[in-house]
C-alpha cells in the first residue's frame, strides 16, 4: 500500500479536532498486562480496577454503525483509541484464550457503571519504553491517533478505502475495531510503514444483550497480543454520559489446546455411546 502524506486542510482539520477536546494521551499498557502463559497450564488473570471514557468508543470504531446522514453521531471512519483501554499478553505456544470484560461501578472511586462493553484482540504490541531512536527533529513516542506517523497511515487508509480524494480528516482516529490498523509515534518517520506499530485482527466480543458483559475464546498462536476495549452504545457519543469514566473488570483465560490423541479418544467414547444407545433402541422395539 502506497503512503501519502496528509494534506494541509487535513492537518488544519486535525488540529482543530484537537484543540476541540481531543486529550494526547498515548497508548500504553500501564496497569493493563496480564503477563506471559506458557500454553500448557491453565491460568486465569483478573484486573478489576480499570475505566474507560465513554460507552461508544468500540462501536465506533467498528465503523458497523457508520451514517453519512448523522442520525447516529458516527459520521467519520474509523475509531480513537483514546476512548478505550488497551490491555497486553504473550503467549509462548498456541492456546485457547478466553477473554471477558463487564461492567464494574466501583471500579475506581470516581467510575460508574452501566458500561455495555466491546472488545478487539489484534496481535502485536503498541511502542513501549524504551523507544526506537527517532527519525524526526522530534523526540521518541509512544504511539497515538494524532502523530504525523498515524496521520499520514490514516490519510493512506481512508484513500484506499473511502476514495483518492479522502484524506485523514475522514477518520476519527486509527482504531479499526474489526481489522488490521498501524499506529506510529512522534519520532516515527511519516509515510514509512517500517516505523509503524503493527495491529493484526484476530477476533472480537460485544455485548449485544445489555447485560453488561461480553465474551470471546479464540485459538491464538505465540505471540504479543493487545485488546482494546471500549463501549458498544453509540448513541451515548452525543450525550454527556459520553464522557464518563465507566468502569470495568477484565478477565484473560489461557488452556491449553487439546493435543489431537485427546480428540481421537473423545469421538471414539462418543460413538460407543452412540452405539450402546442404538443397540438399546433395538433391544427395546424387539
Known amino acids: 500500500m502506497a503512503f501519502a502524506f496528509p494534506t494541509f486542510r487535513a492537518v488544519a482539520n486535525l488540529a482543530v479536532a484537537v484543540c476541540a477536546g481531543h486529550a494526547q494521551a498515548h497508548v500504553s499498557y500501564t496497569g493493563r498486562n496480564f503477563g506471559t502463559f506458557d500454553g500448557v497450564s491453565s491460568a486465569s488473570v483478573t484486573i478489576s480496577n480499570q475505566t474507560v471514557t465513554g460507552n461508544w468508543g468500540w462501536a465506533d470504531a467498528t465503523d458497523a454503525t457508520f451514517d453519512a446522514l448523522a442520525t447516529s453521531g458516527d459520521t467519520l471512519r474509523l475509531g480513537d483509541t483514546h476512548k478505550a483501554r488497551a490491555f497486553r ?17 466501583d471500579a475506581t472511586a470516581t467510575s460508574v457503571g452501566g458500561l455495555l462493553p466491546g472488545f478487539s484482540v489484534h496481535r502485536g504490541l503498541a511502542a513501549i519504553s524504551p523507544y526506537a531512536a527517532s527519525q524526526t527533529a522530534l523526540a521518541s513516542s509512544a504511539d497515538y491517533d494524532y502523530s ?12 484506499a478505502n473511502i476514495g483518492a480524494a479522502a484524506d485523514a480528516s475522514a477518520t476519527m482516529g486509527a482504531w479499526n475495531a474489526m481489522g488490521d490498523f498501524a499506529m506510529g509515534g512522534d519520532g516515527d518517520l511519516p509515510g514509512d510503514p517500517a516505523q509503524l506499530s503493527m495491529f493484526l485482527f484476530q477476533g472480537f466480543g460485544a455485548d ?20 482494546f476495549v471500549g463501549g458498544n452504545d453509540i448513541l451515548d457519543k452525543d450525550l454527556p454520559s459520553g464522557a464518563r469514566a465507566y468502569g470495568m473488570s477484565a478477565t484473560l483465560s489461557v488452556a491449553a489446546v487439546p493435543e489431537p490423541e485427546t480428540w481421537a479418544m473423545l469421538g471414539i ?8 444407545s442404538r443397540r438399546r433402541r433395538v433391544v427395546s422395539a424387539g
Open 208 to 227: 449485544t444483550d445489555l447485560d453488561g458483559t461480553a465474551t470471546a475464546t479464540l485459538r491464538l498462536a505465540s505471540g504479543d497480543y493487545t485488546i
Open 269 to 276: 467414547g462418543l460413538a460407543g455411546v452412540a452405539l450402546v
Open 148 to 159: 504525523a506517523a498515524t496521520t499520514a497511515w490514516r490519510t493512506s487508509w481512508a484513500q
Open 89 to 105: 499478553f504473550h503467549l509462548d505456544t498456541t492456546a485457547d484464550v478466553t477473554f471477558a470484560v463487564s461492567a464494574k461501578a
